[in-house]
């Protein structure tokens, strides 16, 4: 009689080095809760609530329509495309881009950023990350082998990294950077990236700047572009969304652009791991980057009434917190009868039925907060804060 062997399949290790994915975790929270009846207010998860503009979805379907778009895209994907975000980005940022070397499509800004680090971090080089930071990036340089330092981001600087630090940094390959920024809101000036670009370029680490938030800012105080500074494209190298600023977050569309051989290597890891993104929507995507700019300032005062909706609110019952400046986020520090940032958002949900994201969740730094997104309408942001008074009285 003829036995079999045990056969175990494993994660490999580089996988059991991450800690769970939270985004994944509270979902699954807020599903359990629905599933019991339970009318949930979800503030955890930044994905804009307001449908895609409609020429961006008259655009997807003319072109779903042409044959010719139902091929594999490869390489850097339709031409006009990388041409209108040239236009755009000098629009913006008054900085011009080649459109050929300079500029790369993304399946999405989060897949770009995963992908990145493959091309240019060996094993056991050092990648700093600020902290409290979106997990993502701890996964991208995790995979790639790269050796992470933390550089904790405090409220009594603007959750901006000093220059001294950096400056004091030994044998550091790559700076991850994030303004506005995911979680806490937080925005960065020209004068701090010039002082970044300058000690990054005499000590030759590779700055990566996720600007996924350049466009949603409130008080009509516009972020800047770190290739805005003389230098940066020399070290630098940065990703754009498509998500926020047009609600397109189920879309997956993006862009890197920035320094010509780190576009390459991107390039280069892309072409072995995707084909592109379809080009339908790469067609979508040119439909929303000449979208009437009245579109992308009723999005800006949308999210500035409901941050202000919800501030105010959480002020009259007694939880004081600063506005933020930009993104769709507010970090605030937690009411001081709950100890830490995993028992505050458990508490929020048993007895309020309302999902926050805790701040640990984003790193160590982010222990002591909570992230609260502006996703939801002020209707619901005011339920929540009628809740939220009881649990907090």
């Known amino acids: 009689m003829s036995t079999e062997t045990e056969f175990k399949i494993e994660f490999s290790d580089r996988?059991?080095?991450?800690?769970?994915?939270?985004?994944?975790?509270?979902?699954?929270?807020?599903?359990a809760a629905i599933a019991q009846g339970r009318d949930i207010i979800n503030l955890g998860v930044?994905?804009?609530?307001?449908?895609?503009?409609?020429?961006?979805?008259?655009?997807?379907?003319?072109a779903a329509e042409d044959a010719n778009n139902h091929h594999y895209p490869f390489d850097a994907g339709v031409p006009q495309l990388r041409v209108e975000i040239a236009k755009w980005f000098k629009k913006r940022f008054g900085v011009d881009l080649d459109p050929t070397q300079e500029i790369y499509p993304l399946i999405g800004s989060k897949?770009?950023?995963?992908?990145?680090?493959?091309?240019?971090?060996?094993?056991?080089?050092?990648?700093?990350?600020?902290?409290?930071?979106?997990?993502?990036?701890?996964?991208?340089?995790?995979?790639?082998?790269?050796?992470?330092?933390?550089?904790?981001?405090?409220?009594?600087?603007?959750?901006?990294?000093?220059?001294?630090?950096?400056?004091?940094?030994?044998?550091?390959?790559?700076?991850?950077?994030?303004?506005?920024?995911?979680?806490?809101?937080?925005?960065?000036?020209?004068?701090f990236y010039e002082g970044l670009v300058g000690v990054c370029r005499s000590k030759g680490i590779i700055i990566i700047s996720d600007l996924?938030?350049?466009?949603?800012?409130?008080?009509?105080?516009?972020?800047?572009?770190?290739?805005?500074?003389?230098?940066?494209?020399?070290?630098?190298?940065?990703?754009?969304?498509?998500?926020?600023?047009?609600?397109?977050?189920?879309?997956?569309?993006?862009?890197?652009?920035?320094?010509?051989t780190l576009i390459s290597a991107l390039a280069k890891v892309k072409s072995n791991c995707d084909s592109g993104v379809f080009s339908a929507i790469q067609h979508a995507g040119i439909a929303a980057l000449n979208l009437d700019p009245r579109d992308i300032d009723d999005m800006r005062s949308e999210y500035q009434m409901r941050r202000d909706a919800l501030i105010n609110g959480l002020r009259a019952v007694?939880?004081?917190?600063?506005?933020?400046?930009?993104?769709?986020?507010?970090?605030?520090?937690?009411?001081?009868?709950?100890?830490?940032s995993m028992s505050c958002a458990k508490t929020f949900l048993d007895q309020a039925d309302i999902v926050v994201t805790p701040g640990v969740g984003f790193g160590k730094s982010g222990e002591g907060y909570v992230r609260m997104a502006l996703t939801l309408p002020v209707d619901r942001i005011n339920q929540a804060i009628s809740r939220l008074s009881k649990v907090l009285a």
């Open 46 to 62: 930044g994905d804009p609530d307001q449908r895609t503009h409609q020429p961006i979805i008259d655009a997807l379907k003319k």
């Open 212 to 260: 996924a938030y350049s466009e949603v800012y409130y008080d009509g105080i516009k972020p800047p572009s770190i290739l805005e500074i003389p230098g940066a494209k020399n070290i630098a190298i940065e990703f754009h969304s498509f998500s926020k600023t047009y609600y397109m977050t189920g879309w997956r569309l993006g862009w890197a652009c920035g320094n010509p």
């Open 111 to 191: 897949e770009g950023l995963a992908h990145l680090p493959l091309g240019i971090i060996n094993p056991g080089d050092k990648v700093v990350l600020t902290e409290p930071a979106y997990p993502a990036y701890q996964a991208a340089v995790t995979f790639a082998g790269g050796k992470i330092q933390y550089l904790p981001l405090k409220a009594s600087h603007g959750f901006l990294p000093k220059i001294e630090d950096i400056e004091n940094l030994k044998n550091v390959k790559a700076i991850f950077i994030c303004y506005p920024n995911n979680p806490t809101s937080a925005i960065a000036d020209k004068k």
């Open 15 to 31: 996988l059991k080095q991450l800690p769970p994915y939270l985004f994944v975790e509270i979902d699954q929270a807020r599903r």
């Open 318 to 340: 007694g939880w004081k917190i600063d506005p933020p400046k930009a993104a769709f986020y507010v970090w605030a520090k937690i009411p001081t009868k709950f100890t830490d």
